[in-house]
Nanobody, 121 residues
């Protein structure tokens, strides 16, 4: 059983920053997804086992940074806007992913419980 435990969510004003963390014990591809009320879950960023490959959604490029170290996955979120408000989920997958499928929910197998991020204007 793969357990993923997110932390670091909260409330921040627009323009602010937050860092999300996800604790894991397996060497899998890792990623972050988010789901806003009334919207589908969308891929935010993903990172390979050795951190040599990273993928980002266009909406967060240049603002968010995904990283992993010592059993922790991170998502550094800067210049936050109200449109970034959502529940953020950590995800993991054995094997590999590509630029064409990393952002699809079906490509991932394990999920955390989610952490709320709220950005006020």
């Amino acid at each position: 059983q793969v357990q993923l435990v997110e932390s670091g969510g909260g409330s921040v004003q627009a323009g602010g920053s937050l860092r999300l963390s996800c604790a894991f014990r397996i060497q899998y591809y890792m990623g972050w997804f988010r789901q806003a009320p009334g919207k589908e879950r969308e891929g935010v960023a993903a990172i390979s086992v050795g951190s040599e490959l990273t993928y980002y959604a266009d909406s967060v490029k240049g603002r968010f940074t995904i990283s992993r170290e010592n059993g922790k996955l991170y998502l550094q979120m800067n210049s936050l806007t109200p449109e970034d408000s959502a529940i953020y989920y950590c995800a993991a997958k054995a094997g590999t992913l590509s630029s064409t499928n990393w952002h699809t929910e079906d490509a991932w197998k394990y999920w955390g419980q989610g952490t709320q991020v709220t950005v006020s204007s």
